[in-house]
């Protein structure tokens, strides 16, 4: 029984550190930024700043993807004045493998490390589109 115990209690702490090393490591290169000055908020002139640049999709089948900013576009329901606020943001992608929709987490030189909902959008030829739409009202 006393083994028994000692496993259970054993099993837990291993679990809890290597939670806490998998944590520690997710943060790092957010700390790492913002130590540097280097912290990035989306917003829709950054987002224009970033227009054909690369940026690296950590999809959990395929590993690491090349998705490239194609477009910043004002949002199709924005209330005049809002598109500041309300904003799509298109990559592209390779058609192959399909990237379906739900959270990545994406990384660019400039933006670090962020956690992005992507959406499908269009098929085009052999290439795909993936929105990601911001609404920056508080």
Known sequence: MNDRVTSRRTL???GGGSLLV???????PAVRAQASGN???????????LLGQAFWLNHPEYRALEIRLEAVEAAKLAPEGAEQLQFTVVFS????????AGTYEIENE????????????ARQGARMTLRADFNLHV
């Open 110 to 121: 400039a933006t670090g490390r962020q956690l992005v909902f992507l959406q499908p959008a």
């Open 39 to 49: 912290a990035f908020g989306w917003n829709r002139a950054a987002a224009e700043g």
């Open 22 to 28: 998998a944590g520690l490591g997710l943060a790092a």
């Open 12 to 14: 837990l702490k291993a």
């Open 93 to 100: 992608a390779a058609a192959t493998p399909a990237i379906k």
